[in-house]
C-alpha cells in the first residue's frame, strides 16, 4: 500500500533532485529569508478559511515553526 504524501512537512512536489525548495529559497534569499517565512505564514493564516481549512492552519504553523528556529539559530 502506497503511504499517502505529508503536503504540509515534506510534500514530494517540492523536493526535486536531493534538493528541498525551501532549502533553495533559503539560499537564494539570504537576509529576505525570514521575510519569505512570514510572507507564507500571512498567506495560509489569510486563506484557510476559504479554501484548505486545517491543512492550510498546519502550514502556517510549519513556516513559524521556521522562523522560529531561524531566528533562534541567527541570534
Keep these: 500500500m502506497k503511504e499517502k504524501a505529508d503536503n504540509v512537512n515534506n510534500p514530494p ?3 526535486k533532485a536531493g534538493i528541498e525548495c525551501i532549502e533553495a529559497i533559503a539560499a537564494a534569499t539570504g537576509d529576505g529569508f525570514q ?5 507564507n505564514i500571512i498567506k495560509y493564516l489569510w486563506r ?3 479554501k484548505n481549512g ?5 502550514k502556517a504553523q510549519w513556516y513559524l ?6 531566528r533562534e539559530t541567527n541570534e
Design 54 to 58: 486545517n491543512e492550510d492552519l498546519k
Design 65 to 70: 515553526n521556521r522562523l522560529i528556529e531561524e
Design 48 to 50: 484557510y478559511r476559504y
Design 35 to 39: 521575510y519569505y517565512l512570514q510572507g
Design 13 to 15: 512536489h517540492y523536493n
